[in-house]
Nanobody, 126 residues
């Protein structure tokens, strides 16, 4: 059984940084796409970034380009989302998701992922 556990959220001032963790179990990175999504109050869940395990490539939505970076630790089976230059608009619950898939993950919607973590809350104050 694939399981995902997020951590690392919290309260940070605008301009600050956070590193979110997605600890995985039951999967092999090479066979999976790992996505990061977020959902702000009253808004739909949106994709932030994804990692294609088969290629080792990461992709970013426009909202995070230049500010967010995916890192992976194959020993710890953990995917990280490093977020810099945070803005109040980044306030949301952040989720990681996994789907067995070996082609590129760019453009995958939330409904294409079938395993989700519980989420971690990020609050950016102005």
């Amino acid at each position: 059984e694939v399981q995902l556990v997020e951590s690392g959220g919290g309260l940070v001032q605008a301009g600050g940084s956070l590193r979110l963790s997605c600890a995985t179990s039951g999967l092999v990175f090479d066979d999976y796409a790992i996505g990061w999504f977020r959902q702000a109050p009253g808004k739909e869940r949106e994709g932030v970034s994804c990692f294609s395990g088969s290629s080792g490539r990461s992709y970013y939505a426009d909202s995070g380009k230049g500010r967010f970076t995916i890192q992976t630790d194959n020993v710890k089976n953990t995917v990280y989302l490093l977020m810099n230059s945070l803005e109040p608009e980044d306030t949301a619950v952040y989720y990681c998701a996994a789907e067995k898939r070996t082609d590129r993950c760019a453009g995958m919607g939330a409904n294409e992922y079938h395993t989700w973590g519980q989420g971690t809350r990020v609050t950016v104050s102005s």
